[in-house]
């Protein structure tokens, strides 16, 4: 049974439902059935968190801003 994001075209809430067979889905705030369907993006699944990106630590007189990659630190 798959779960959709909606967005209403009638109230513009947006909400996740289950999804049954050939159940037409409606707005849980309004009950309006005027739906778009919103682009999910899936969840990856990784054989474990080596796999898995991190952050580099803060170099050495940067405050993390991404300005400072740049060479142009706020802080200074």
């Known amino acids: 049974m798959p779960l959709y994001e909606y967005t209403c075209r009638n109230c513009s809430s947006e909400f996740e439902l289950l999804v049954r067979g050939s159940e037409v889905p409606r707005c849980p705030e309004c009950d309006s059935p005027k739906l778009d369907k919103l682009l999910s993006v899936p969840a ?3 054989a ?9 630590p803060t170099p050495a007189g940067g ?13 200074q």
């Open 44 to 46: 990856a699944h990784t």
């Open 48 to 56: 474990g968190s080596r796999d898995l990106p991190t952050c580099q």
């Open 63 to 75: 405050c993390g801003l991404p300005q400072c990659g740049m060479g142009g630190c706020m802080m």
